[in-house]
């Protein structure tokens, strides 16, 4: 995801081997020749783009053409900071959860709050709703809407779990089951049992907190969007020290573990088990791992608790014909999505009605644990947004940085886990 959001690279949701740029915003909402021009900007692979404008060429209105932009190869951060600041954003552009609540917070989307209420075939009610409401803005302004969810949990090698007399993961699995297998596929002779930079890197705290909530403790942080404290309370203090104990037997990879090729280690053999997204599927399906693989939610003490993560489409407040957009908006967020999953089931929509193309795409795949995960993290009852989306949340980073890694690896005590949130608590302070 571009700036932050580029945490899930690799994936249909984030800039990853982009076209070479043929044209440039500013053509927003144009007329030429009695018809409306909407123009779109995806940061999809050139394969998936042309997916899109196969599917987009079923977009039928005699008085709108839609046009879509090309974008730089791996630039698309730098692409939508000059179109941002150059006020030639296109009418429609890929977007990140952050991006958008901030740019509207801004005044620089339009607000489609109006056009979504009520009910109707592509309202807010058409959409799941944690990715919906972490759309709004405290005062319920929508300045895009959500289009593909990501979903995280366990990869895991099954001749490798096999081969150890380990259970295979599977819902309902818990933390102390995670670390367990993870110590005796190291002491089998991996590396590392686990890889999950996701514990380890900036926004470890998030995914931590998932052992804090499940087990009836306080989250991390009590809003992503809007937080006003962060904690580090008994139970979430239990689960890093956890943590903590596995990197120190060797099961779990230290902070600092080059994740850069986890996802062709995990498929040669070398990782049994990868703390990831959904989205490395749809990867495999090309590449062919030569192992036997699956893929589990995460664990939990009691309660079943994930992490969410939405990314979407937004338009800028300018754009010259706001229902020509919001018309191409829904039909690229609902009908598109059924045609592009179906040879690319990367993530599953927000939208509601396009899921089961995503679903169907899996299922005829034979990526049965994939489905069943990604309907069990939908379902679950605790969720945790995996970063702060706000605008100061590089210096909570800093913060995090600056103690974290030396945390889990011993180097400091758990106690300055207190001494870490009471610095990220000064930040929310100062920003408030």
């Known amino acids: 995801m571009l700036k932050r959001t580029a945490h899930i690279a690799g994936t249909l949701l984030v800039a990853g081997g982009l076209l070479a740029t043929s044209a440039c915003g500013g053509s927003s909402g144009s007329e030429s020749g009695g018809k409306t021009t909407v123009t779109v900007m995806t940061w999809e692979s050139n394969a998936t783009n042309k997916l899109i404008d196969k599917a987009l060429a079923g977009f039928k209105d005699p008085d709108i053409t839609v046009k879509r932009i090309d974008t730089p190869n791996g630039n698309y951060g730098d692409k939508l900071a000059s179109l941002t600041q150059a006020q030639k954003l296109p009418d429609l552009f890929w977007c990140g959860n952050d991006t958008e609540l901030q740019y509207t917070g801004q005044g620089l989307l339009t607000d489609w709050s109006s056009k979504l209420s009520g009910s109707g075939d592509f309202t807010a009610g058409s959409f799941d709703p944690t990715a919906m409401k972490n759309w709004k803005t405290a005062d319920g302004k929508i300045g895009g809407v959500p289009s593909l969810m990501n979903t995280y949990g366990i990869w895991y090698d099954i001749d490798a779990f096999k081969a150890a007399g380990v259970p295979l993961p599977a819902a309902g699995w818990t933390w102390d089951d995670m670390y367990a297998a993870a110590d005796k596929l190291h002491k089998q ?26 087990a009836g403790g306080a989250p991390f942080t009590d809003s992503v969007h809007q937080p006003t404290k962060v904690t580090a309370d008994a139970t979430f203090t239990e689960g890093v020290g956890k943590l903590a104990a596995g990197i120190k037997s060797g099961a779990v990879a230290p902070p600092g573990y080059d994740t850069s090729s986890q996802q062709s280690l995990f498929a040669s053999g070398e990782i049994p088990m990868l703390w990831s997204g959904q989205w490395l599927g749809a990867g495999f399906l090309t590449d062919k791992p030569k192992i036997k693989y699956g893929f589990a939610p ?64 899996l299922d005829k795949a034979g990526l049965t644990t994939v489905a069943s995960t990604v309907k069990t993290d939908l379902e679950a009852p605790l969720t945790m ?6 605008p100061w949340a590089s210096q909570a980073g800093d913060v995090i940085t600056a103690y974290w890694p030396d945390i889990v690896q011993g180097k400091k005590p758990l106690s300055e886990l207190q001494t870490m949130t009471d610095k990220i608590n000064d930040v929310i302070k100062n920003n408030g």
């Open 189 to 214: 002779g991996a590396k590392y049992g686990l890889v999950a930079d996701a514990m380890t890197a900036l926004d470890a705290p998030f995914s931590l907190s998932l052992y804090s909530m499940s």
């Open 298 to 361: 995460l664990p939990q003490v009691d309660k079943a608790a994930t992490l969410y993560d939405a990314v979407g489409i937004c338009t800028p407040s300018y754009t010259k014909n706001a229902d020509a957009t919001f018309k191409v908006l829904s039909y690229l967020n609902s009908t598109v999505w059924t045609k592009v999953l179906p040879d690319s089931p990367v993530a599953v929509p927000a939208y509601t009605g396009a899921q089961d193309a995503y679903f169907d795409a």
């Open 385 to 390: 947004g995996v970063r702060f989306t706000t």
